[in-house]
Structures are given as structure tokens and as C-alpha cells.
């Protein structure tokens, strides 16, 4: 069972168009956390969400945190090549879980 | 520029032998991390640390693998007997008590034939 589900699993679009993925849990987490992991490197933090209904901007990036702390959002206003990765959300309560990923690719 | 880091960064080895991983955590950072991470299953949590003492392992496949961490600058992950099944790319993280800031090593790729 996965405690995390992301969507779309993967996602291809054209550079300048906006995008949304989803982390969606029925577990409550004390905070959420998303990375984007490029090849051959490790999954890099972009950013930890604690409170419900928290939203943090990261320049083109929107985070969501729902009310409960079950499920979070990553917006992506214009899309640019260098956005292509793999985004994970991970849950926080003693440990980290990690979603299988959102696999993005911007098409110039 | 403080990181964390892990060795080997590539390994391949024969179905049977012993593999060692090893990890040097981000200096004060207190927590550490075990992933293991394939297309199919995605990052799955193997074992974690904090000041030392192991507090989960239950991801661990038992048998084969072990986790330790003999002093604050070193964790390692051994698997005994390796198995193909086990290929993977095997990531250690460090981070803070609070768990809100988290660095990952570049990972140790692992090919068991």
C-alpha cells in the first residue's frame, strides 16, 4: 500500500504552459516536503510545508498544503526546460515517506 | 559546501558476495537515512538513525541486510548474500532533529549479476 500517491505519474507539456501535480495521502503528516530529482543525483528539497492550508511560493513554483495535512500541490506557472525532473512529495512524522514521483518534461 | 557522501558511487558484483555502503553525514546533522530506490517501487525508506541509535529498520529485508552507524561521521549498509533483486540505487540522507531540512548523497549504484 502506498501511503503517498502522486499524479500524474507522468506528465509532458509545452514550455510556458502552467501545470499542477498532486500528492495525495489519507494519513496526516506534521509537515510535507517536495524535491525534484534529476538523473543520476539525489532528490534535492524545494521546499517543507507545516501548516494546513499553508501555501509557499518558490519564483515560479506554488506550494499547497491542505487543510488536514493530507494531500499537497505543486503548481508550476510557466513552464521552462530546465523544470524537467522527477518531483517527489515526501511525509514527515518520525520518519520521511516518499511518493513514487511525478516524471515531468518540458518540451521547448 | 557542506554534503553528504557516499561510496562506492557505482558497484557491480556477483549474485552471492558481500556488498558494503558506505555514508558520511553532513557534520552535526544528527538523523540518517537509508533509501532504496528502483522504477517500480520507487524511494523506499530501509532503515534511519538518530544519534546513533537505530529507530526503524522495518523496511530492511532482515536476512541479508544491516544497518549501522559505528560513529557519528559514518553509517553503512550491508547486504550478505547479494542477490539480482537487490540492484538498485541505494541513497543515504542526513538531516536535522526537526526533519525539516534534508540532503541526500549522489547515491551508490548497485548491480548485482
Known amino acids: 500500500t502506498q501511503l503517498l500517491e502522486q499524479s500524474p505519474q507522468f506528465l509532458s507539456i509545452q514550455e510556458g504552459e502552467n501545470l499542477t501535480v498532486y500528492c495525495n495521502s489519507s494519513?496526516?503528516?506534521?509537515?510535507l516536503q517536495w524535491y525534484r530529482q534529476e538523473p543520476g543525483e539525489g532528490p534535492v528539497l524545494l521546499v517543507t510545508?507545516?501548516?494546513?492550508?499553508e501555501v509557499k511560493k518558490l519564483k515560479r513554483l506554488t506550494f499547497q498544503f491542505g487543510d488536514a495535512r493530507k494531500d499537497s500541490s505543486l503548481h508550476i506557472t510557466a513552464a521552462q526546460p530546465g523544470d524537467t525532473g522527477l518531483y517527489l512529495c515526501?511525509?514527515?512524522?518520525?520518519?520521511?515517506?516518499f511518493g513514487k514521483g511525478t516524471r515531468l518534461h518540458i518540451l521547448p | 559546501d557542506a554534503r553528504v557522501t557516499q561510496t562506492p558511487r557505482h558497484k557491480v558484483t556477483e549474485m552471492g558476495q558481500e556488498v558494503t555502503m558506505r555514508c558520511q553525514p553532513i557534520?552535526?546533522?544528527?538523523?540518517v537515512f537509508w533509501y532504496r530506490q528502483t522504477m517500480m517501487q520507487g524511494l523506499e525508506l530501509l532503515a534511519y538513525?538518530?544519534?546513533?541509535?537505530?529507530?526503524?529498520d522495518s523496511g530492511m529485508p532482515k536476512d541479508r541486510f544491516s544497518a549501522e552507524m559505528p560513529d557519528a561521521t559514518l553509517a553503512t549498509l550491508k547486504i550478505q548474500p547479494s542477490e539480482p533483486r537487490d540492484s538498485a540505487v541505494y541513497f543515504c540522507?542526513?538531516?536535522?532533529?526537526?526533519?525539516?531540512?534534508?540532503?541526500f548523497g549522489e547515491g551508490s549504484w548497485l548491480t548485482v549479476v
Open positions: 494519513s496526516v503528516f506534521s509537515s
Open positions: 540522507a542526513s538531516g536535522e532533529p526537526t526533519n525539516l531540512f534534508i540532503y
Open positions: 515526501a511525509g514527515v512524522r518520525d520518519k520521511i515517506i
Open positions: 557534520l552535526g546533522h544528527n538523523t
Open positions: 510545508v507545516v501548516t494546513g492550508g
Open positions: 538513525f538518530r544519534n546513533r541509535a537505530p529507530l526503524d
